[in-house]
């Protein structure tokens, strides 16, 4: 099972930016969906961002569209978050997970959407915590 581990958080002002990064070991799949959620004290889980590691297919939260991006470095096995803009209400833990995908899925943008507001994944990440002030 895929090993997850994240960096990057930290506190910040707002309308500061901030980068999170989720490094992947014990990788045995061709290709996976990875995604980032985070849950704020008091509140769900919920999702942020998902990419595909073989295409590059994105989702995105409505809450996140234009401020975030996720993006990927097969070499490194790492995917980036990449937020800017940041508000009070971006605090929370964010997680990074996997889930392979099998040779047999076809990735279509509603199968990104789904499977990331699925929540669904086999393989996540400690969290990193990210403060953002007034």
């Known amino acids: 099972q895929v090993q997850l581990v994240e960096s990057g958080g930290g506190s910040v002002q707002f309308g500061g930016s901030l980068r999170l990064s989720c490094t992947a070991s014990?990788?045995?799949?061709?290709?996976?969906?990875i995604g980032w959620f985070r849950q704020a004290p008091g509140k769900g889980r919920e999702e942020v961002s998902c990419?595909?590691?073989?295409?590059?297919?994105?989702n995105y939260a409505d809450s996140v569209k234009g401020r975030f991006t996720i993006s990927r470095d097969n070499a490194k096995r790492t995917v980036y978050l990449q937020m800017d803009a940041l508000r009070t209400e971006d605090s929370a833990v964010y997680y990074c997970?996997?889930?392979?995908?099998?040779?047999?899925?076809?990735?279509?943008?509603?199968?990104?959407?789904?499977?990331?507001?699925?929540?669904?994944?086999?393989?996540w990440g400690q969290g990193t915590q990210v403060t953002v002030s007034s």
């Open positions: 997970a996997a889930d392979p995908l099998p040779r047999s899925t076809i990735v279509t943008p509603a199968f990104v959407e789904n499977k990331c507001r699925g929540r669904d994944f086999r393989s």
């Open positions: 990419i595909v590691t073989s295409d590059g297919s994105t």
């Open positions: 014990r990788v045995t799949a061709d290709r996976y969906i």
